[in-house]
């Protein structure tokens, strides 16, 4: 078995429809888990913008969640799935914040996490938070990834 998500609103590589961008309605897409492996205790999910680094000296980071219910793993349009916690983004805000490149195309990175236990972050953690309380416990990890142009 191996993890697995899919948007049914853009392909893997694709193009992010404007909708779920910061500045266009800033909705988030619906996302899909797949074959999700059989001792998870959790998932957590981290968008950010890589291409970033070149605007604006950093990795971006757009969406945060983590706790979501292996068996209740469906996110969606414009909504999380139920008793998980997001944190906060480089906006300064909590919850998604949809692509918005100051510059060029750039590409955005899903990145979704199968995990052997529940996080103890409280709502409004960072990524380098979730990240840390990660370590030693991701079971699998795969991404999806969508372009987006200003």
């Known amino acids: ?34 074959k999700i492996p059989e001792n998870t205790k959790s998932l957590a999910l981290i968008m950010d913008d890589p291409d970033a680094m070149g605007a604006v000296g950093k990795v971006w980071v757009h969406w945060v969640v983590w706790n979501i219910d292996p068996k209740n793993c469906e996110f969606k349009e414009n909504s999380i799935p139920e008793y998980c916690s997001e944190g906060e983004t480089d906006f300064g805000e909590i919850g998604y914040g949809g692509p918005a490149p100051p510059d060029k195309e750039h590409t955005y990175i899903f990145k979704l996490y199968a995990l052997d236990k529940k996080l103890d972050n409280i709502k409004g953690s960072t990524k380098q938070e979730i990240e840390l309380s990660m370590k030693n416990h991701i079971i699998e990890e795969t991404i999806l990834q969508g372009i987006f142009a200003p």
């Open 1 to 34: 078995m191996t993890l697995s998500f899919e948007s049914e609103a853009f392909e893997n590589g694709g193009v992010i429809p404007k909708k779920y961008g910061y500045k266009h309605g800033n909705i988030s897409p619906p996302l899909k888990i797949n």
